[in-house]
Nanobody
Framework: QVQLVESGGGLVQPGGSLRLSCAASGSIFSINTMGWYRQAPGKERELVATITSSGGTNYGDSVKGRFTISRDNAKNTVALQMNSLEPEDTAVYYC???????????WGQGTQVTVSS
C-alpha cells in the first residue's frame, strides 16, 4: 500500500497563489505517474495535472499557463504551484499516484482550496 498525504490548501483571494504538496510513503517500488485532480461541489472529479517519472507533464485545459506541476523522484513528492487563481478553481484537490508493479492508482484524502474575496 502507498499512502499519500496532501498539504498546502486554504483560502486565497482571486488572482492569488497557492502551492500544494503531496508526499508518498509506504510500499513504494517505483511510482510511474503522480498528479493532481480536483472535485468541485456537484461536479465530477477532473484532471488538473500529471507528471511522469521522466518529467513528462499533462495539464487540464482550464489550468494551462497558470498551474505548474513538479516532482522529486528521490523524495516521492509532487507539488502543484497554482497562480492567477480564479473562483472556478475552488475545489477539493486530490493527489494521485500510479504504481505499475501493482497496477494500482492511489489517492490522498484531499485538501480544500477556496478562491474567494
Amino acid at each position: 500500500q502507498v499512502q499519500l498525504v496532501e498539504s498546502g490548501g486554504g483560502l486565497v483571494q482571486p488572482g492569488g497563489s497557492l502551492r500544494l504538496s503531496c508526499a508518498a510513503s509506504g510500499s513504494i517500488f517505483s511510482i510511474n505517474t503522480m498528479g493532481w485532480y480536483r472535485q468541485a461541489p456537484g461536479k465530477e472529479r477532473e484532471l488538473v495535472a500529471t507528471i511522469t517519472s521522466s518529467g513528462g507533464t499533462n495539464y487540464g485545459d482550464s489550468v494551462k499557463g497558470r498551474f505548474t506541476i513538479s516532482r522529486d523522484n528521490a523524495k516521492n513528492t509532487v507539488a502543484l504551484q497554482m497562480n492567477s487563481l480564479e473562483p472556478e478553481d475552488t475545489a477539493v484537490y486530490y493527489c494521485n499516484a500510479y504504481q505499475l508493479i501493482d497496477a494500482t492508482y492511489y489517492w490522498g484524502q484531499g485538501t480544500q482550496v477556496t478562491v474567494s474575496s
